[in-house]
């Protein structure tokens, strides 16, 4: 049972700041708030991956063990709103029966310091959401998270590992872990920057 009081139950005027820092400055929320919403370093590293892209796709559909589907496509990434986000559009056709689409986001949230990748495509209802950090050592964005397999209707957990190679080739490769534990690599791009 949830009890709710009036508004004049038990009010103190008087104590009615003592939880609040006196030595709030204004001015540094302001300059936090005016740094929030601009790109930063972390969405410099981004940029390598802006253009438009033939990709070369190798998929472990059928599990580890079995020879992969190889394929083409394209993608296109540009930078919006204000440079915070890069969105990416997939066009792509494994099986000749059908263009295979995706849309997909990524960005770098400020305030949790995480690199943050949406995903969404033709295949699915569910959105793939997945947060990661850029490892240094490997010069890697390394990301990871859950989604829904439309195959099985599961939860399944994903990574992902982004790498540029050179300014014109970066590869994106997924790992799913399966119910029984165990990690595959489920798909491998290549991108290689379109020529003019």
Avoid: C
């Avoid at 540094?28 to 972390?42: K, M």
């Avoid at 580890?64 to 440079?83: C, I, N, Q, S, V």
């Avoid at 959401?129 to 399944?156: C, K, Q, W």
């Amino acid at each position: 049972m949830i009890t709710v009081g009036t508004p004049d139950d038990d009010f103190d005027e008087d104590d009615a700041g003592e939880d609040f820092d006196d030595d709030f400055d204004d001015d540094e929320s302001d300059a936090w708030l005016d740094e929030i919403d601009q790109p930063g370093t972390e969405h410099r590293r981004l940029d390598a991956l802006v253009g438009d892209w033939q990709t070369t796709i190798k998929l472990w559909d059928d599990g580890p063990d079995e020879e992969p589907l190889e394929f083409e496509g394209t993608a296109r990434r540009r930078w919006m709103l204000k440079g915070l986000f890069l969105s990416e559009q997939r066009f792509e056709n494994p099986t000749g029966a059908g263009v295979y689409r995706s849309l997909s986001f990524i960005g770098y949230n400020l305030m949790t310091a995480l690199y943050e990748f949406v995903r969404m495509n033709t295949e699915s209802t569910a959105l793939s959401m997945e947060t990661g950090r850029y490892d240094p050592v490997t010069d890697t964005i390394r990301l990871s998270g859950n989604h829904s397999d439309p195959a099985t209707g599961f939860i399944i957990q994903t990574r992902t590992e982004i790498k540029v190679l050179d300014p014109d080739r970066h590869t994106v490769v997924i790992f799913v872990t399966e119910e029984d534990g165990l990690e595959f690599k489920e798909m491998e791009v290549l991108h290689t920057r379109k020529t003019q």
